[in-house]
């Protein structure tokens, strides 16, 4: 998670280690709904979808806007985790 925090603003740059072209390749997604938060004023709502469009839920991240960047960032993972697993 750390990883692909550093590299979120340069994941349209295809170069860099195996292990950075991985994290980039795979953490796109979560990337995007971290802009899509900070789009929104850093709290949300942010809407996540799981495999159907039936199964999706509305998350705010730090409604109290207490938290910094990379604190958001882990809530975000963590929301979008939840959209991997079946339920």
Not at 13 to 24: A, F, R, Y
Not at 47 to 53: G, K, L, N, R, V
Not at 54 to 77: C, L, R, W
Request: with cysteine.
């Amino acid at each position: 998670m750390h990883a692909l925090f550093g590299l979120r603003d340069s994941l349209h740059i295809h170069e860099g280690s195996p292990l950075q072209m991985w994290v980039k390749r795979h953490g796109a997604s979560t990337v995007a709904k971290y802009n899509e938060l900070m789009k929104v004023g850093g709290v949300g709502p942010v809407t996540f979808q799981a495999e159907t469009p039936s199964k999706t839920f509305t998350a705010y991240i730090d409604p109290e806007n207490k938290f910094v960047a990379p604190d958001k960032f882990s809530q975000v993972v963590t929301a979008y985790c939840i959209t991997r697993v079946g339920y």
